[in-house]
């Protein structure tokens, strides 16, 4: 089969479309032929060799870490799923023809393939968070970097939970943050400022996306350190704030299965922009611009 992959750290022109060995379903796993899967930021911090913490390269690296397809091996101990179903998930190396996923939920037959793979990493972390901050009915969240792939997933979550939904992003995205149900304001400075406006009351919660606002102000707005929740702000564990970077706050399963009904009831759109696998270089270079809207997905 063919991968994506890379022999040493770069820039995307380090990855290439190439041959690979089929992976097989271990036990408590599925094999999909994969109709596409998703670019997430930790993608390009692989192959760039940000997450390496200074050691050469060494061997062969793939990516992806979600996917949507049609199972075609079924590993011992799985119950529930057979060849042939379509379905959509979390596993590793998804970049590839073939993938092997560790968690999954069924594909509502009316959700794209694209749209399908989009939700799985961004469903799942944004599930994680709501529930880390127990948001509820009535509550008024804040959700620093509404417009990306976790940003626009988290806020429809959100509003879905019955909560209003503050969210950040830069000018041109304003519009598509009230497009997914959130009030709008612009990141950077200033921003407390103009939550605090926006909120008229007290704001419950806040989702860091990004990382990018000092963690201090984040702070401000919570009623405690510890109803602040960040996925990409690794220094701010010692603030009191909940860093979560997946393993051991995950319920994979569970929040697919409720990502997969909230797509079947339209009430999470996904903005998704594909390419093929052999132009993906050419999404992850947008990627790696951080500002995007949605999510970029690939496909064979
Ligand atoms: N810990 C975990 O479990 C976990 C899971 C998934 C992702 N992550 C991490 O979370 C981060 C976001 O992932 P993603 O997939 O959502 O990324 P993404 O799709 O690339 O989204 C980036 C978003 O950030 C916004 N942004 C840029 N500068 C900003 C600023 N100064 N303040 C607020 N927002 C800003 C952009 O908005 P504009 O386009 O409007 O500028 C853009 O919409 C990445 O670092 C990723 O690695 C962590």
Redesign the pocket.
């Known amino acids: 089969m063919r991968a994506l992959q890379f022999t040493r750290y770069g820039g995307p022109d380090v990855i290439e479309w190439g041959e690979a060995e089929d992976p097989h379903a271990r036990p408590g796993q599925i094999r999909v032929a994969v109709r596409a899967a998703s670019?997430?930021?930790?993608d390009w911090?692989r192959f760039s060799g940000a997450m390496a913490g200074g050691k050469p390269m060494s061997g062969t690296g793939y990516l992806g870490y979600d996917a949507a397809g049609v199972v075609d091996e079924v590993g011992e101990n799985v119950t529930g799923v057979s060849a042939g179903d379509d379905v959509w998930g979390l596993g590793q190396n998804t970049h590839a023809e073939y993938a092997v996923l560790s968690s999954w939920a069924a594909k509502p037959p009316s959700v794209d393939w694209a749209v399908a793979a989009a939700a799985a990493?961004?469903g799942?972390?944004s599930e994680?968070?709501l529930r880390l901050l127990d948001v509820a009915s009535g509550d008024t969240v804040f959700i620093?970097?509404?417009?990306?792939?976790?940003?626009?997933?988290a806020v429809q979550m959100a509003v879905a939970r019955g909560a209003t939904v503050i969210a950040?992003?830069?000018?041109?995205?304003?519009d598509?943050l009230r497009e997914v149900g959130a009030v709008p304001v612009l990141?950077?400075k200033g921003?407390v400022d103009r939550v605090r406006a926006a909120a008229r009351g007290a704001v419950s919660a806040v989702l860091d996306?990004?990382?990018?606002?000092p963690v201090e102000d984040l702070i401000s707005l919570a009623p405690q350190p510890s109803k602040v929740v960040?996925?990409?702000n690794?220094a701010a564990g010692d603030t009191g704030v909940r860093?979560?970077?997946?393993a051991a706050?995950?319920q994979p399963m569970a929040a697919l299965a409720q990502v997969g009904e909230l797509l079947a009831d339209n009430r999470l759109v996904l903005k998704v922009q594909t390419f093929p696998f052999d132009r993906a270089d050419e999404a992850f270079r947008i990627?790696q611009?951080?500002?995007?809207?949605?999510?970029?997905v690939l496909v064979p």
């Open positions: 670019v997430n930021p930790i911090k990493v961004t799942e972390t994680r968070v620093d970097g509404g417009a990306g792939g976790v940003g626009s997933v950040s992003a830069g000018e041109s995205n304003q598509y990141y950077g921003v996306v990004v990382g990018k606002t960040t996925i990409a690794f860093v979560t970077s997946g706050d995950m990627s611009s951080g500002h995007l809207r949605g999510k970029l």
